[in-house]
């Protein structure tokens, strides 16, 4: 399977050398499960955007920095992006940033949440039932790292998860778009890099417990195995 990481940011820090940089915890995540999946990596950030939305088998959009409303140019080419990649039915997955950028594109609303950063390993209760989340978990952890969150989603999608701190954590919109809030790509060393590297942005007792939740692991590879599921729908490649 071909899929085009569209990388929106880059490992900060000296993570990069430690664990590598996002085409790299990308390739390790869905390697779980598929060693054989193809990741072709487009820089949004310096312009490099696909033609056509069938050069890849799939889609994957990372997490950034930057926020979904910002105004930055590229920004405003991956927002057009992914209007085409909907209108087109191209499978296409956000994480985080990507997550929300989705929601931004396609009719939702992005705020700073008004919680605060939400960070840690967060437990995800799954809302109804979706074939491609197989094996099925009623719910899911994965670690967190945000400050905004999509406060609404698109009129026509489907709310597939919510945390406590994330009211929408996941979700789909028809058989091709997918949004996780949370990082799968992070492992529990990975995040705990991160919270350290920024422990200044956080309350004590936020960054305190969010270092705790690590230690629990998280079930990366049961939502690695759902991302690939969805991208390989059998009922969208029938359709």
């Known amino acids: ?30 390697g779980l499960v598929d060693p054989g999946i193809d990741i072709t990596d487009f820089d949004v950030t310096a312009g490099k ?12 959009i990372s997490g950034a920095r930057a926020s979904a409303y910002d105004d930055d140019p590229w920004l405003a080419d991956l927002l057009d992006l992914i209007v085409r990649l909907h209108e087109a039915g191209a499978p296409t997955v956000g994480i985080c940033f990507g997550h929300q950028v989705l929601a931004q594109a396609l009719g939702g609303t992005v705020e700073a949440a008004d919680s605060g950063w939400g960070i840690g390993v967060h437990q995800a209760e799954v809302v109804g039932d979706h074939p491609w989340m197989n094996p099925g978990r009623g719910r899911f952890g994965i ?70 939740t690590l230690e629990h692991g998280t079930d990366s590879a049961y939502v690695a195995a759902w991302i690939l599921a969805f991208m390989k729908s059998t009922d969208r490649l029938a359709a």
């Open 1 to 30: 399977m071909r899929i085009g990481l569209l990388r929106c940011d880059e490992v900060g820090g000296d993570r990069a050398e430690r664990f590598g940089g996002y085409l790299d915890l990308y390739a390790n995540l869905l």
């Open 49 to 60: 955007l696909p033609s056509d939305p069938t050069e890849q088998d799939a889609w994957l």
């Open 143 to 212: 670690t967190y790292s945000h400050k905004d969150q999509v406060t609404a989603l698109p009129g026509n999608a489907t709310l597939v998860a919510s945390t406590g701190h994330c009211p929408i954590a996941a979700f789909t919109i028809g058989d091709h778009v997918l949004g996780i809030q949370g990082h799968p790509e992070f492992s529990p060393e990975f995040a705990a890099a991160v919270y350290e590297d920024r422990a200044e942005m956080y309350r004590t007792d936020v960054f305190e417990q969010a270092m705790q």
